[in-house]
């Protein structure tokens, strides 16, 4: 490849600015402890996975069989068959709600979209690519959907076929919905289970609760039609990934013959990233059960060393149950910039992602953090307030975890 000097210069300097800020990303949940080098010679090749890994393609550089596994590991990991389900590796969290949200609009083409005001805004640009109606739900002072106001606003609609969007996770405050609940409510409102669909959108928390000892519900064995996860966070990726997963019937549903690439096609983009299944497939194949369990375990911890720490400074930090996500007052927009501290309104958090190896640099952040509130709070600056108010008492300790 011939580059200028001045290209030259200009990647060397985007190079090291990458290296500066590889790790320390703390607003986001990206998971940065990740080493694909055995990957590295993929990149001479013209990958692409178009249409459906299950069935042959003409176009041959495919890494249909490693998409296979990485599928059949998410089907084991969220309690369904293998040949009962169907999804793919997409190119994120997104993706897979989109294709989640399309699934159910074709099964119930009169239905309408129900999802908290906590809810990532892909899917507000979702419902508008798809034209579907949608509601707007309350949410809980801990970022869970409020399932009074979810049931009442399905009843006012008289709404027969309710499309649930479920967070497992939320962004901002890693609230997880409670999809129990929820089910119990609609058959207490005379809809029977044919009649409804419910997502899970589990962009991160899709791979914490399966190695957790009590997670909230969250998969097929407790009810839902489908899932996302983003492979970029919480498992970690050069490349943003995620993977969707739906029952089998329902994607048959919306499956199409496509004579030019001699395949059926479900997916939604038409070319598909062959270089994401293998880093997915190195990154589950690379990591036992126990692995995973431990690294989560030890995400948990850090995020509850960090509750700690903040109150023990008088700063009212709390995180939801078998959540990662740190939640506290919003300190100045100059230390928010300064971290790359994400916010929302009064609250901003910090994400105990796994190459966090220690609690040192989380440690020095609380320190800023702390400084930067008390003395706003002198200044009479509006920031130190009721962000940290929330009146679910879950900000419970798994079982299982040392005190720091
Ligand atoms: C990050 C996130 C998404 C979007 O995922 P992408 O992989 O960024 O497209 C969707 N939902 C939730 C809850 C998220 O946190």
């Given at each position: 490849?011939?580059?200028?000097?001045?290209?030259?210069?200009?990647?060397?300097?985007?190079?090291?600015?990458?290296?500066?800020?590889?790790?320390?990303?703390?607003?986001?949940?990206?998971?940065?402890?990740?080493?694909?080098?055995?990957?590295?010679?993929?990149?001479?090749?013209?990958?692409?996975?178009?249409?459906?890994?299950?069935?042959?393609?003409?176009?041959?550089?495919?890494?249909?069989?490693?998409?296979?596994?990485?599928?059949?590991?998410?089907?084991?990991?969220?309690?369904?068959?293998?040949?009962?389900?169907?999804?793919?590796?997409?190119?994120?969290?997104?993706?897979?709600?989109?294709?989640?949200?399309?699934?159910?609009?074709?099964?119930?083409?009169?239905?309408?979209?129900?999802?908290?005001?906590d809810?990532h805004y892909?899917?507000?640009?979702?419902?508008?690519?798809?034209?579907?109606?949608?509601?707007?739900?309350?949410?809980?002072?801990?970022?869970?959907?409020?399932?009074?106001?979810?049931?009442?606003?399905?009843?006012?609609?008289?709404?027969?076929?309710?499309?649930?969007?479920?967070?497992?996770g939320t962004t901002m405050h890693?609230?997880?919905?409670?999809?129990?609940?929820?089910?119990?409510?609609?058959?207490?409102?005379?809809?029977?289970?044919?009649?409804?669909?419910?997502?899970?959108?589990?962009a991160l928390?899709?791979?914490?609760?399966?190695?957790?000892?009590?997670?909230?519900?969250?998969?097929?064995?407790?009810?839902?039609?489908?899932?996302?996860?983003?492979?970029?966070?919480?498992?970690?990726?050069?490349?943003?990934?995620?993977?969707?997963?739906?029952?089998?019937?329902?994607?048959?549903?919306?499956?199409?013959?496509?004579?030019?690439?001699?395949?059926?096609?479900?997916?939604?983009?038409?070319?598909?990233?062959?270089?994401?299944?293998?880093?997915?497939?190195?990154?589950?194949?690379?990591?036992?059960?126990?692995?995973?369990?431990?690294?989560?375990?030890?995400?948990?911890?850090?995020?509850?060393?960090?509750?700690?720490?903040?109150?023990?400074?008088?700063?009212?930090?709390?995180?939801?149950?078998?959540?990662?996500?740190?939640?506290?007052?919003?300190?100045?927009?100059?230390?928010?910039?300064?971290?790359?501290?994400?916010?929302?309104?009064?609250?901003?958090?910090?994400?105990?992602?796994?190459?966090?190896?220690?609690?040192?640099?989380?440690?020095?952040?609380?320190?800023?953090?702390?400084?930067?509130?008390?003395?706003?709070?002198?200044?009479?600056?509006?920031?130190?307030?009721?962000?940290?108010?929330?009146?679910?008492?879950?900000?419970?300790?798994?079982?299982?975890?040392?005190?720091?």
């Open positions: 490849m011939q580059l200028s000097s001045a290209d030259q210069g200009k990647l060397e300097d985007f190079w090291q600015h990458c290296l500066t800020h590889q790790y320390f990303n703390v607003g986001y949940p990206e998971a940065a402890d990740f080493d694909y080098r055995p990957l590295h010679r993929f990149m001479h090749f013209s990958l692409n996975n178009c249409g459906d890994w299950d069935a042959p393609s003409n176009y041959i550089l495919n890494s249909f069989s490693f998409e296979k596994e990485v599928m059949a590991y998410f089907a084991e990991l969220f309690e369904i068959p293998l040949q009962d389900s169907w999804g793919y590796v997409t190119n994120g969290g997104t993706e897979g709600n989109m294709f989640a949200c399309y699934l159910a609009r074709e099964l119930f083409p009169d239905g309408v979209l129900y999802y908290s005001r809810t892909s899917v507000a640009k979702i419902v508008k690519l798809l034209r579907m109606p949608a509601r707007a739900v309350a949410t809980l002072s801990n970022g869970e959907i409020d399932h009074n106001d979810l049931i009442s606003k399905i009843a006012i609609d008289d709404c027969a076929n309710p499309l649930i969007f479920a967070n497992i890693g609230a997880t919905d409670n999809i129990s609940l929820i089910q119990q409510r609609l058959a207490d409102l005379g809809i029977a289970r044919n009649d409804y669909y419910l997502h899970a959108d589990a928390s899709g791979m914490i609760l399966p190695f957790v000892e009590a997670p909230q519900p969250y998969n097929f064995a407790h009810g839902i039609d489908s899932i996302s996860v983003s492979g970029h966070k919480m498992i970690g990726s050069p490349i943003p990934c995620g993977i969707v997963l739906a029952k089998r019937h329902h994607v048959e549903r919306i499956s199409v013959d496509i004579d030019y690439i001699s395949a059926q096609d479900k997916t939604i983009s038409g070319s598909r990233n062959g270089h994401t299944p293998l880093i997915m497939w190195a990154a589950l194949r690379s990591h036992s059960h126990e692995q995973w369990r431990q690294r989560t375990l030890r995400c948990l911890e850090l995020a509850q060393y960090a509750v700690e720490r903040f109150k023990a400074a008088g700063v009212a930090a709390w995180r939801n149950h078998n959540s990662i996500t740190v939640i506290f007052p919003r300190p100045s927009e100059h230390l928010c910039k300064q971290h790359g501290l994400a916010t929302s309104g009064a609250c901003a958090h910090l994400i105990a992602t796994p190459h966090h190896r220690d609690h040192s640099r989380i440690s020095r952040l609380i320190d800023d953090i702390t400084a930067d509130l008390k003395l706003n709070s002198r200044r009479n600056a509006p920031a130190n307030q009721p962000c940290a108010v929330h009146t679910l008492p879950s900000v419970a300790r798994p079982r299982s975890m040392a005190a720091d």
